[in-house]
């Protein structure tokens, strides 16, 4: 079946970096857009970023543009979300996603906190 696992997530300070990573399997990874989301309490699940099925196509959130990074390694099943220049704002529940056949699957999501 379908298993997204995500990791990398933790406290940083404002300014710093994060590498989040998605272990995927179950479905043919290099064949489908893969993508990443964030949720704060009380808010709807945000869309930051999603790649391509070969990392060439890339689209960002206007808020984490120039900061974030999504990248994926097919050989691995993994997409990474590197974050950079993070802010307060950030912090949030990170959870990459995957459709597949008209199914929506999520990972179990990564906390990650940005504050001094």
């Known amino acids: 079946q379908v298993q997204l696992v995500e990791s990398g997530g933790g406290l940083v300070q404002p300014g710093g970096s994060l590498r989040l990573s998605c272990a995927a399997s179950g479905f043919t990874f290099s064949a489908y857009f893969m993508s990443w989301y964030r949720q704060v309490p009380g808010k709807e699940r945000e869309l930051v970023a999603v790649?391509?099925?070969?990392?060439?196509?890339?689209n960002y959130v206007d808020s984490v543009k120039g900061r974030f990074t999504i990248s994926r390694d097919n050989a691995k099943n993994t997409v990474y979300l590197q974050m950079n220049s993070l802010k307060p704002e950030d912090t949030a529940v990170y959870y990459c996603r995957v459709v597949v056949s008209g199914r929506i699957y999520w990972g179990q999501g990564t906390q990650v906190t940005v504050s001094s």
């Open positions: 790649i391509g099925y070969l990392g060439g196509t890339k």
